[in-house]
């Protein structure tokens, strides 16, 4: 009811993309946290790595034929903000417009004046961290921006 009140609508709606579609730019990508860790928490555990060794980015076959990667190839994630590094993990679970890649990725095993190469595979260097943010909580866009696939 806040939001009805402060003159938001009460539910959510798809009004486009929040940037413009850049030249080239060919899915959209959105992220998600994976159940082997916690947010960015836990990847020094070599338990949890043995489970999960690397971050990935989940595609359509469509998609990946495409920019010609196949299952576990490397791909370079990228928009005008940055890019990220993923192994690639083909399902037709997944709509051939979209990629999801995993938050949260650092690799404890690199060298700690790297930090870590938090920025290699990690999804929030090709978020912008600056308006224009959703105007009813503030929030800067996380996901569903546009961006490009090619071979790592």
Same mark, same amino acid.
């Given at each position: 009811?806040?939001? %009805?009140?402060?003159?938001?609508?009460?539910?959510?709606?798809?009004?486009?993309?929040?940037?413009?579609?850049?030249?080239?730019?060919?899915?959209?990508?959105?992220?998600?946290?994976?159940?082997?860790?916690?947010?960015?928490?836990?990847?020094?555990?070599?338990?949890?790595?043995?489970?999960?060794?690397?971050?990935?980015?989940?595609?359509?076959?469509?998609?990946?034929?495409?920019?010609?990667?196949?299952?576990?190839?490397?791909?370079?994630?990228?928009?005008?903000?940055?890019?990220?590094?993923?192994?690639?993990?083909?399902?037709?679970?997944?709509?051939?417009?979209?990629?999801?890649?995993?938050?949260?990725?650092?690799?404890?095993?690199? %060298?700690?004046?790297?930090?870590?190469?938090?920025?290699?595979?990690?999804?929030?260097?090709?978020?912008?961290?600056?308006?224009?943010?959703?105007?009813?909580?503030?929030?800067?866009?996380?996901?569903?921006?546009?961006?490009?696939?090619?071979?790592?």
């Amino acid at each position: 009811m806040w939001m %009805e009140r402060n003159g938001y609508p009460p539910l959510p709606t798809f009004t486009g993309l929040n940037e413009n579609v850049e030249k080239g730019d060919a899915v959209i990508f959105t992220s998600a946290k994976i159940p082997v860790f916690f947010h960015s928490m836990n990847r020094n555990l070599s338990s949890l790595r043995k489970v999960h060794p690397e971050p990935t980015i989940t595609t359509h076959p469509n998609t990946a034929k495409e920019v010609n990667v196949k299952e576990g190839d490397w791909v370079w994630v990228e928009n005008s903000n940055g890019r990220a590094k993923f192994r690639v993990k083909i399902t037709a679970d997944i709509d051939s417009r979209v990629v999801m890649g995993e938050h949260g990725w650092w690799f404890p095993e690199s %060298e700690p004046g790297t930090l870590y190469l938090w920025k290699e595979s990690n999804v929030n260097v090709m978020t912008k961290n600056a308006p224009p943010c959703e105007p009813s909580i503030g929030g800067v866009n996380l996901r569903g921006f546009t961006c490009r696939l090619y071979s790592a």
